[in-house]
């Protein structure tokens, strides 16, 4: 090895150790503000003394903390002292041109060794201000920024006591803004205490304080300024404070109609989405009520109008079936083989035929059909279920759809929904980057309350403006009584069906309605009930579908399909400002912010 060579590794190794050693010292902690109390007394020769007692709550590992106090003109900072109760420290104390930065090391040892972790640490900062009293031709004020917008977390709470070196009777003073003032007082006759609640992060805290020129009987350590300024000041707050309640009430604006965008659902439904009284009133139906189709009742009565589950298909099945098309050959938990018998089929529908063209692909020598063996052919079973629902929607005309219900303002609601989601996100964008007062927090809750209310009815409320024709409103409550005494085995015990073969039947519309699993089991308990003895049930082909696994076996080839809705009802089997007048707000001195390094 050259001697090139070692001097290449010997830089790389300190250019190295270079870059990690401040690795070393660096955070891996996070913090939060609990609480600050600032002590501000003004000296009668113009000098503040200020005392800031400030409160991290530690998460993980810092070095130390810091607080950056800003500076205006011919400011300055003296005799800074730290003060950590339980802790020790190293104070570094760097001067920018327009601030200076307090850094605190803080470690839990004499010697300096161990780094604070996981606690809460409280640390007290003394320094004076020079020239951050203002002394003008007429007044005497003290503009001071008591919280800061460096602070990148929320301050929980403040407490402020500034001190004057007179009676207060004699000063004027104000918070600007007053938004997260719990209190402000005089508690004796010059000191004011104020406590401020929950004041965010990068927001400013200001107090601003008028007083007599006689209070000082020197001005060493003021900023003179050769003016008049009292009646400047004075207008200055008030148009501050006129422009606050602008704000308050312009921001207010978003909060209002948020809360009436939240309401105007309800208005629509109060106007457009009651259903009709009717004379028809039963407490149940014990026989089916009408002859329709399972699939026009599927389409019409258990989820939205007008569109079909994946039970339409089952319960056209069923229906086959029970109207002699198809034999139950044998039904365990393992298959169920049906065979179809030679019926003509010119009577059926289009979508009745689909589905007898579509099992006659799978029949053997025997006409028989295996389910098992239908459902491994997954692709084009799957195929064939989406494509059938487009026949057998033609069994639900429209205008019959239209007779029984009015789907006329569905419209409005769906364009309402998304115009109001746009709004409510407007409101949040606007109130988030331009919002001020107390409104905006309040605002941005309403609005977030009225976003999340539009994608609710949007998404999951079916036909929120849809209502029901008075012949519709019977033919929807007779059939919800006949689900509620299929589902109801008390009442079913109290009215029992005319015999075992009318279970079949129900069994087609209990599928038709999503309520295939507890009329199963109603039906079982029926049959256990009335000591049947399964031999009866082998001629009866829809009862013994649903008592010997067939309907379980019959859910597992075709519903999982489900016209690609996987939501297919109940079907489920038992699976600052130096040098001049500062406007409100501005800070004359203070403020500044801190943090953790």
């Known amino acids: 090895m050259n001697l090139n060579n ?36 003004v000296e009668d020769n113009g000098l503040t003394k200020v005392t800031d007692e400030i409160t991290y709550s530690i998460t993980g590992t810092v070095n130390g903390v810091t607080r950056i106090i800003p500076l205006s003109g011919e400011q300055s900072i003296k005799d800074i002292q730290v003060e950590t109760p339980g802790y020790h420290n190293k104070l570094e104390v760097q001067n920018g041109t327009n601030q200076v930065t307090i850094k605190v090391w803080l470690y839990k040892d004499e010697d300096k060794t ?15 201000i020079e020239k951050g009293v203002k002394i003008y031709n007429d007044i005497a004020e003290l503009q001071y920024m008591s919280w800061g917008n460096g602070w990148n977390q929320e301050i929980k709470s403040l407490k402020t006591m500034i001190k004057v070196p007179g009676n ?61 300024a009292k009646v400047q000041i004075e207008q200055d707050q008030q148009d501050y404070v006129n422009k606050q309640n602008f704000n308050n009430t312009i921001w207010m604006i978003p909060s209002i109609l948020a809360l009436l965008l939240i309401f105007a659902p309800l208005a629509f439904y109060l106007k457009w989405g009651r259903n009709p009284k009717i004379i028809y009133k039963a407490d149940y139906e014990s026989q089916i009520p009408t002859n329709d189709s399972p699939v026009f009742v599927n389409a019409m009565i258990p989820g939205i109008v007008d569109e079909l589950s994946p039970d339409a298909f089952t319960s056209t099945l069923l229906d086959l079936i029970d109207r002699k098309y198809y034999k139950i050959v044998v039904s365990n938990k393992d298959d169920t083989i049906i065979r179809r018998y030679e019926k003509n089929t010119l009577s059926l529908k289009l979508h009745e035929k689909d589905i007898i063209d579509f099992l006659a692909n799978y029949e053997n020598e025997k006409q ?41 303002k569905e419209n409005i609601m769906s364009g309402y929904n998304i115009l109001a989601i746009l709004v409510g996100v407007i409101f949040i964008l606007g109130l988030l980057i331009f919002g001020s007062g107390n409104f905006v927090v309040i605002g941005i809750i309403l609005s977030l309350i009225l976003i999340i209310e539009q994608l609710i009815i949007f998404f999951f409320i079916d036909t929120p403006l849809g209502t029901w024709t008075y012949e519709g409103k019977e033919f929807h409550d007779k059939w919800k009584n006949f689900e509620k005494y299929i589902k109801d085995f008390s009442l079913i015990n109290e009215r029992p069906p005319e015999s075992i073969q009318v279970w079949g039947k129900i069994l087609v519309y209990a599928t038709a309605l999503g309520c295939a699993d507890e009329v199963t089991k109603n039906m079982k308990k029926y049959i256990k009930m009335n000591n049947i003895p399964e031999t009866v049930l082998y001629d009866l082909d829809v009862v013994s579908i649903g008592y010997f696994w067939g309907m379980y076996n019959m859910h597992r080839v075709f519903v999982p399909y489900g016209f690609n809705n996987p939501d297919y009802g109940n079907s489920g089997f038992d699976t600052g400002s130096f040098g001049d007048i500062g406007g409100p707000g501005s800070g004359g001195f203070g403020g500044g912010g801190g943090g953790v390094f």
């Open 6 to 41: 070692k001097t290449k590794i010997i830089i790389s190794i300190l250019m190295l150790i270079f870059i990690i050693m401040p690795l070393t010292y660096a955070a891996t902690g996070s913090y939060s503000l609990p609480q600050a109390k600032e002590s501000i007394t």
């Open 368 to 408: 028989q059909i295996s389910l098992k063996s239908v459902g491994e052919d997954t692709y084009n079973v799957q195929k064939f279920v989406n494509a059938w629902k487009i026949d057998a929607l033609k069994d639900v005309p429209v205008s019959r759809v239209n007779t029984y219900y009015n789907k006329s």
């Open 168 to 228: 207060h009777q004699d000063t004027q003073y104000w918070n600007n803004p007053d938004t997260n003032v719990k209190s402000s007082q005089w508690n004796d006759e010059n000191t004011l205490i104020t406590e401020y609640n929950n004041i965010p992060s990068e927001t400013t805290a200001e107090q601003r304080i008028l007083m007599p020129k006689s209070f000082f009987k020197s001005t060493e350590h003021a900023d003179i300024i050769n003016k008049d």
């Open 114 to 128: 161990q780094k604070v972790s996981d606690e809460d640490v409280t640390v007290i900062f003394h320094y004076n």
